[in-house]
């Protein structure tokens, strides 16, 4: 792992959300993209050296869609930036952790990435990625 990459925020409105956290940070969100495959919508805010990722859902059976459902809008993911995603995947296997796609997939923010389920983290979603060159 070498660095907590961004926070993902899980919101119900991602352009009522843009409008605020450009308050709260005082910038604009610098991307915002939609990544349909995995159903939401997406930007990105820069913090000094850190970034939060908003995601809002696109279509009702979207991730977002059943996590706000069930806990609401918030924090939704912690993501660490990793050099090489199969063998960080492979690792985290062989240390029994549950993944929930056996190959990385592509991210919002040009990354590749892949998710490690809730049950076996204390109930945090953790996303690795890992930068597309
Ligand atoms: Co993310």
């Known amino acids: 792992m ?20 450009a308050r709260l940070s005082g910038a ?11 159903g939401v919508s997406t930007s990105f805010f820069k913090v000094g050296p850190n970034k939060l990722e908003l995601l809002e859902a696109t279509r009702p ?17 912690v993501a660490f930036e990793v050099a090489d995603i199969r063998a960080e995947m492979a ?24 998710f490690v389920h809730p049950k076996g983290t204390n109930g945090v979603l953790v996303e690795l990625c890992q930068e597309i060159r």
Do not use: W
Not at 4 to 21: K, Q, R, S, W
Not at 91 to 114: H, I, M, Q, Y
């Open 2 to 21: 070498l660095q907590i990459e961004h926070l993902g925020i899980a919101v119900a409105d991602l352009a009522a959300a843009n409008a605020l956290f």
């Open 28 to 38: 604009p969100a610098y991307k915002v993209e939609t990544v349909e495959s995995e």
């Open 61 to 77: 059976d979207s991730p977002i869609a059943k996590f706000i459902d069930k806990r609401g809008e918030g924090i939704h993911h």
């Open 91 to 114: 690792r985290l296997k062989a240390e029994g952790f549950t993944l929930l796609s056996e190959e990385p997939k592509r991210g919002a923010d040009n990354k590749l990435v892949c």
